[in-house]
């Protein structure tokens, strides 16, 4: 099965974050931040949304930064994906 976003919506899956400290301390799950990076599974096509022409800014396959409480979660054979709208993205990552 896959993903195909809809509209101004974007798949985007948490990036792996360290779990350890630059201290060498290593944290607990409970103790991780969430994570804000995201990579790009799947672009919506754009098009007319509430009466905009949404162009879409990102690609698969980009590191992105997003919202913090932003999106829906789901889980799908076993990964867990987010889907936001294009503007819960904040920036790219190079």
Known sequence: MSL???FDR???????MEETTKSGLILTSGA????QYA???AVGPGGVVDGKD???QVKEGQKVVY???AGTEIKMDGEEYKIVRQNDIL???E
Do not use: Q
């Open 4 to 6: 195909k976003p809809l």
């Open 10 to 16: 974007v798949v985007i899956k948490d990036a792996e």
């Open 32 to 35: 991780k931040e969430k994570p």
């Open 39 to 41: 990579y790009v599974v």
């Open 54 to 56: 949404i162009v879409m």
């Open 67 to 69: 919202s913090k409480y």
């Open 91 to 93: 920036a790219i990552v």
